[in-house]
């Protein structure tokens, strides 16, 4: 880190000189221009005007795996999290239709990543989405609002009991993973180019942030599954348990509601409400289940309470990443 003492100008005009290794390696010269823009958390961010393109990042994964044939998709999944652009599969002989099969699969479940190139040997996918206009704070909300629903509607089935009608939740959890995929690649990315994160008005801390609550909503989303899973399993219910349930899930969904307009608005106010609803959450759970013990499926009564509570700890947690940012 360099300090540089600020100069006045013809009283009114504050200068600062920039480093020569900076200025040489950016190849200024008198009379040159730079670019200057907020980064989002009170800093400057100041380019060689000019430098705003930004070349294809290009990944060749080798077929066959060095590690086993199962592991392509992860390779190609690991590489779409590391921002790479152009991937490309490249056969050492003609790739097996099962394994082809494997790749397009893997390539189809990525949001953005489309094949554009294909032969007996080589499959060569790109990400045709630009990063800066994918805004983080939308994708999330996208997410949250899949999870809310996941969960109201295998609490509403409750009375049907049929296997049939949880199906969608399942199929929803897949769309979940796909948008977790994208939020990660895009702050990843912004965290690596300060300029596509000034332009979110994220700073890198709010980048970190991201990554955590991004984590968090994809792991309430498979507790959804779950839930929806032990819902089905035990089918009919008592009417006063349905009762019950429905009351914990509009709980719940006051819990997310604020959780999601806490973290994304930054606001301490509600994200305090939040802890506060959820601390009432976990006494009606616990008297949910201390009011039940006499049920034939108190065993699974116990674990859908346990599932709610995960949920709701999920979103305990995205607040918490609001909280301690303000002063009490």
Not at 120 to 127: G, Y
Request: hydrophobic share 40%; net charge negative.
């Amino acid at each position: 880190m360099q300090l540089r003492k600020v100069q006045e100008m013809g009283g009114a005009t504050l200068l600062v000189s920039l480093p020569k290794e900076w200025v040489r390696a950016s190849s200024l010269k008198k009379g040159g221009v730079v670019s200057i823009e907020n980064s989002g958390d009170g800093g400057l961010l100041i380019y060689p005007a000019g430098e705003g393109s930004r070349t294809e990042k290009e990944i060749v994964i080798e077929y066959p795996s060095k590690f086993e044939t199962a592991a392509l998709s992860n390779e190609i999944t690991g590489a779409y999290l590391l921002g790479y652009d152009l991937i490309h599969v490249h056969g050492a002989y003609r790739i097996a239709s099962k394994d082809r099969d494997a790749i397009i699969s893997s390539i189809k479940g990525l949001i953005g990543l489309e094949v554009v190139e294909e032969n007996a040997q080589n499959i060569t996918c790109q990400f045709l989405v630009d990063n800066t206009a994918v805004e983080p704070s939308k994708i999330f909300k996208r997410i949250s609002s899949i999870v809310r629903a996941m969960i109201s509607d295998s609490v509403k089935q409750l009375s049907s009991g049929e296997p049939a009608q949880f199906e969608p939740v399942s199929q929803r959890d897949d769309e979940v993973d796909r948008l977790h995929f994208l939020l990660v690649r895009v702050i990843r990315s912004a965290i690596r180019d300060p300029r596509a994160a000034g332009k979110f008005g994220l700073s890198t801390i709010d980048c970190l942030d991201y990554r955590v609550a991004a984590s968090l909503l994809e792991t309430a989303g498979d507790y959804a599954v779950e839930l929806s899973n032990a819902i089905a399993e035990l089918g009919q219910m008592d009417a006063k348990v349905r009762s019950q349930l429905a009351r914990v899930n509009e709980t719940l969904d006051l819990i997310q509601d604020g959780a999601l307009r806490s973290f994304i608005g930054k606001d301490y106010i509600i994200a305090r409400g939040v802890l506060g609803n959820c601390r009432e959450f976990e006494e009606m759970l616990s008297s949910f289940r201390t009011g039940n013990e006499n049920m034939s499926n108190f065993a699974g009564l116990l674990h859908l309470a346990d599932i709610f509570e995960r949920i709701a700890h999920c979103e305990r947690d995205i607040a918490d990443l609001v909280a301690p940012m303000r002063p009490a």
